[in-house]
C-alpha cells in the first residue's frame, strides 16, 4: 500500500503556542530539578523508607508508553495490518522520544549523575538495574534504525527490524516489570504478574498518549483521519484495560493470600489514612471502569468520549506505576519473620511538586520533540485515511 509522508508546512501562531507552553513546562521541569541536585531530595516527597517515588514510577511509566507507542508502530511490519502503516513513523518517533523521557527520568532520580557511569564501567551479569540499562540503551538505537530504515523505504529491512523492535520493546519492559516482581523481600512487590502487567499496561498506556495526539494533530494540520482505524484503536486500547483489571484482581488475590502479605495489601487497598487506597481506587481503578463505560457507551464512537477514555487510560496507568512502586516501601518489612517491630510505622508518600513538575517537563519535552519532529521530518501521512479498494 503505497503511502505518502510530508512533512507540515506552513506557519501557523496556534502551533508556534502549542511550542510555547510544552517548552514553558519543559523548562520548568528544568529548573525543577535544578532546585532537587542543588538542595537534595529534601525537596521531594521522598524519605529513608519511601526511596522511590515519582521518578521511578516516570521511569516505568514512560518505558511502558514507548514500549506501547513502538508496538502500534509495528503492527504493519510485523502482524501484517498494512493499514496500520500510515502511523509506523510517527509512532516510532513517538517510542524514541519516550524511550529518551524514561532515561530522563533515570538522570534525575538517580541523584548524582556520575553515578550512570557505574552501569557501564561496573556492569554486574547478575544484577537486573546493568541488564536494564544495557536494554534502555540499545532499544533506543533500534527505534532510531527502524526510523531511518522507513525513511529510506527499505521495505524487507523496515520488516525485519519491526520484529526485533516488538521482541526488544517486550524484552525492555518485560526486564523493567522485573525490578520490581524479583524483590522477594518485599511483601507488596514480588509477584509473576509483573512482567507480563507491564506489557499489558504499556500498550494502555501508549495507545492512551497516541490515540488524541492523532486525532487533535490531523484536526489541526487538516489532513483526514480514518475514524475507524482510530475506532480500531480505542477497542484494543478497552481490551488492555479489562485485561489490567483482571491482573489487579488475581495479584491482589494472590499477595493478600499469603499471610505475610496479606497486611500489605490491606494497607494499600483498604487503609484510607494513606494516599496509596486513594490513588489504588480513584485513579487507577476508577479511570479504568469510566474509560470502559464511555468505550460501552452510546457515545462511544464520538471524539470526545475516545479522547475521554484514552486520557483516562494513561492517568489510570500512572496511576498503577504509582501504587506499584511507592506503597511497597511505605509498609516496614518484615526483618525477623514471626517477630513484630517496634514502632511499627507504615510511612505516607505525598510526591512534591518538584517530582510532578520534572515528570511533566519530561512529558512536555515528548510532545516539543513531536511538534518540531513533524516540521522537520516526513512522519505523518497526505491522507491518514485507507485506501478503498
Known amino acids: 500500500m503505497a503511502i505518502e509522508f510530508k512533512k507540515i508546512e506552513g506557519i501557523s501562531p496556534g502551533y508556534y503556542a502549542i511550542c510555547a507552553i510544552f517548552l514553558i513546562l519543559a523548562l ?4 525543577a530539578y535544578c532546585l532537587q541536585y542543588t538542595l537534595g531530595h529534601q525537596v521531594t516527597g ?8 515519582f521518578g521511578v514510577a516516570g521511569i516505568c511509566y514512560f518505558i511502558g508508553a514507548s514500549a506501547g507507542s513502538l508496538i502500534v508502530s ?27 523521557a524514561a532515561m530522563g527520568s533515570i538522570f534525575t532520580d538517580i541523584g548524582n549523575p556520575r553515578n550512570l ?39 524487507f529491512l523496515t520488516k525485519c527490524l519491526a520484529v526485533l523492535a516488538v521482541g526488544w520493546a517486550v524484552l525492555v519492559h518485560s526486564g523493567t ?9 518485599n511483601e507488596l512487590y514480588h509477584s509473576a504478574l509483573t512482567p507480563p ?6 500498550i494502555a498506556s501508549g495507545l492512551g498518549l497516541l490515540i488524541p495526539t492523532y486525532i487533535y494533530t490531523f484536526k489541526w494540520i487538516g489532513r483526514p483521519l480514518d475514524k475507524n482505524l482510530i475506532w480500531s484503536f480505542a477497542k484494543i486500547m478497552g481490551a488492555m484495560a479489562i485485561l489490567m483489571l483482571y491482573c489487579f484482581i488475581v495479584e491482589g488475590l494472590e499477595v493478600g493470600y499469603v499471610p505475610s502479605g496479606f497486611h500489605a495489601v490491606s494497607m494499600m487497598i483498604f487503609d484510607w489514612r494513606y494516599p496509596y487506597a486513594w490513588v489504588y481506587w ?21 471524539e470526545w468520549a475516545i479522547v475521554a ?58 510532545y516539543l520533540a513531536y511538534c518540531v519532529g513533524v516540521r522537520i521530518f516526513a512522519l505523518l501521512p497526505e491522507r491518514g485515511e485507507v485506501e478503498k479498494k
Not at 520548568?28 to 529548573?31: A, D, K, Q
Not at 510485523?78 to 513513523?89: A, D, L, T
Not at 502487567?197 to 504499556?202: D, T
Not at 480513584?282 to 464520538?302: D, E, H, K, T
Open 117 to 155: 557511569v557505574n552501569a557501564v564501567l561496573h556492569f554486574n551479569p547478575t544484577s537486573i538495574f546493568s541488564w536494564n540499562a544495557f536494554l534502555y540503551s540499545s532499544y533506543f538505537v533500534i527505534c532510531c534504525v527502524y526510523l531511518l530504515a522507513q525513511f529510506e523505504e527499505k521495505e
Open 177 to 185: 516489570g522485573a525490578i520490581i516482581g524479583f524483590v522477594y523481600s
Open 46 to 53: 521522598l524519605s529513608q523508607h519511601v526511596t522511590w517515588g
Open 197 to 202: 502487567l507491564f506489557i499489558i499496561s504499556a
Open 309 to 366: 477514555a484514552s486520557l483516562l487510560i494513561a492517568i489510570a496507568v500512572f496511576g498503577e506505576r504509582y501504587t506499584l512502586v511507592a506503597p511497597g516501601l511505605a509498609y516496614p518489612k518484615e526483618i525477623f519473620p514471626g517477630m513484630e517491630i517496634e514502632p511499627f510505622e507504615i510511612v505516607p508518600y505525598y510526591p512534591s511538586w518538584v517530582e510532578g513538575a520534572i515528570i511533566l517537563g519530561l512529558l512536555a519535552g515528548v
Open 28 to 31: 520548568l521541569g528544568v529548573y
Open 74 to 100: 509495528a503492527l504493519a511490519g510485523v502482524f501484517g495490518k498494512e493499514e496500520y502503516k500510515i502511523f509506523s513513523r510517527s509512532a516510532a518517533f513517538f517510542a524514541a522520544a519516550m524511550i529518551v
Open 282 to 302: 480513584c485513579v487507577q481503578i476508577l479511570g479504568c471502569l469510566l474509560a470502559l463505560a464511555l468505550l460501552l457507551s452510546p457515545w462511544r464512537r464520538r
